[in-house]
Nanobody
Framework: QLQASGGGLVQPGGSLRLSCAAS????????IGWFRQVPGKEREGIAC????????YYADSVKGRFTISRDNRKNTVYLQMNSLKPEDTAVYYC??????????????WGQGTQVTVSS
């Protein structure tokens, strides 16, 4: 399955890097994305990267601040988050993804990691 890690408490303007690791299957065949959810709000797809890493996609809410990348040798996908804002506070998940008008999940999910942006 997929396991997200790297969350924590950070001050506004700070940075975090999340990791998504897979067990039992190779990530390099899959398009992988990051999603986040705040209690009481809809889940938001924020970033997606093709299996070849040739293309990446971002939600407008994070474009220019977050960067998705992958290292298929390490079977891991990353989300570098810079210039964090309090509204980025959420539980972050990784999952297989697709892209249409927005980024959507396509099946495999992992356990999330909490990101809290607060002074």
């Amino acid at each position: 399955q997929l396991q997200a890690s790297g969350g924590g408490l950070v001050q506004p303007g700070g940075s975090l890097r999340l990791s998504c690791a897979a067990s039992r299957f190779a990530l390099d065949y899959y398009t992988i994305g990051w999603f986040r959810q705040v209690p009481g709000k809809e889940r938001e797809g924020i970033a997606c990267i093709l299996s070849s890493a040739s293309s990446t996609y971002y939600a407008d809410s994070v474009k220019g601040r977050f960067t998705i990348s992958r290292d298929n040798r390490k079977n891991t996908v990353y989300l570098q988050m810079n210039s964090l804002k309090p509204e980025d506070t959420a539980v972050y998940y990784c999952a297989t993804c697709g892209v249409a008008k927005s980024i959507y999940p396509t099946g495999y999910w992992g356990q999330g990691t909490q990101v809290t942006v607060s002074s």
